[in-house]
């Protein structure tokens, strides 16, 4: 299958390319190359031909013969959707509803969208499922919502979008990420020694790592069209939901010698927990192979392998806020977070 991936240079992406391409598939990426900076390691035995492109430019022509679409490559996470609420709703919402007008025009057969377990936002009763209602609390989380309402309708014999909710990712990937929670707690155990928590750590997260959310990706890819056609899937497991507090004590163990402390407030409303029942019933071939605990182990060994510091820990590279930030005050993208011309 010819398989057009935005955002092979993104956290994702970048562990999704290569295993597509070992399945046999045809990979073609896109990514706009805000975070090349970012790179921790080399793990990865392949990568895509990629287009340095932003997904608002893409046209029919890069598209054509495209069987499917992988969409990931938005501006990603709360903290960066504030940045610019505007811009978020230009790329996140807007760009991406075009891109799938533009794949059915194309005779793209299969779209899968990457959202979010965030439209959830908060939950108070038991665990959510895809038919509960969204309730975003934030530009980044709206934006999700309302992509998968002004996608569903695209829908038909020809065209055929899936909607992966994803939980919270962690885990190692060559263009880490430490502006998300296991990640960020673990990079702080290992360069600091110490995991001082500000709140209570009472609030749910569900979380799954990166090689789940990609292992889903291609399940959904290659399952029979009638499983996937219009369907909203929350990728994860629902033994994977955790308290913020469970999450900071695996990280602990992980970690020797670190020191963990809580507060005494809940500062973060967001708070739910989600069922995966339907992903573990109804997709063939996807079951998670990862837990909280074993990602905390392989941060570890990925740390001590590279000889981790606290200088690469807390670069600009591996924060999506703080390396969207820069490129803005060096003004290489311009108000509307397009590469500035030279």
């Known amino acids: ?34 975070y090349k900076v970012g790179w921790l390691y080399n793990g990865t035995e392949a990568t895509a031909k990629t287009l340095n492109k932003d997904i608002r430019h893409i046209s029919l022509e890069d598209l054509q013969g495209v069987e499917a679409i992988v969409h990931m490559a938005e501006l990603s996470n709360d903290p960066t959707g504030q940045l610019s609420p505007t811009i978020t ?51 980044y989380a709206e934006c999700k919502t309302m992509v998968e309402r002004d996608v569903k309708p695209l829908a038909n014999d020809d065209f055929s979008p899936t909607f992966m909710r994803n939980a919270t990712a962690f885990g190692a990937s060559p263009r880490m ?48 069209r009638d499983i996937v056609h219009n369907q909203i899937f929350n990728v994860g497991d629902t033994a994977n939901n955790y308290r913020v507090k469970e999450i900071a004590e695996f990280v602990a163990e992980a970690f020797p010698g670190c020191k963990l402390s809580f507060g005494d407030n809940a500062s973060d409303n967001r ?23 074993l990602g905390a182990k392989q941060l570890f060994e990925v740390f001590n392998q590279i000889d981790m510091t606290e200088e690469i820990f807390f670069s600009r590279g591996f924060t999506r806020l703080k390396q969207l930030e820069y490129l803005i005050r060096t003004q290489q993208i311009d108000k509307d977070f397009f590469w500035a011309k030279k």
């Open 1 to 34: 299958m010819k398989i057009l991936v935005t955002g092979t240079e993104g956290y994702l992406g970048c562990l999704l390319a290569p295993l597509l391409i070992e399945r046999g598939h045809e990979v073609i990426g896109v990514d706009t190359g805000y």
């Open 177 to 224: 990420r430490f502006d998300i929670v296991l990640n960020n707690l673990a990079g702080l155990a290992w360069t600091t020694k110490e995991i001082k928590m500000t709140s209570d750590g009472t609030p749910w997260r569900p979380l799954v790592h990166a090689l789940d959310i990609s292992k889903a990706i291609i399940c959904a890819l290659e399952a029979p």
């Open 271 to 293: 708070s739910y927990r989600v069922s995966f029942e339907k992903i573990n019933t109804v997709l063939p071939g996807f079951k998670c192979d990862w837990d909280a605990r």
């Open 89 to 139: 709703y230009d790329i996140n919402h807007v760009g991406s509803v075009r891109l799938a007008k533009l794949a059915k025009q194309a005779g793209v057969r299969r779209f899968v969208y990457m959202s979010s377990c965030s439209v959830y936002g908060v939950a108070t009763e038991g665990d959510v499922t895809e038919e509960s209602p969204v309730n975003p609390q934030t530009a």
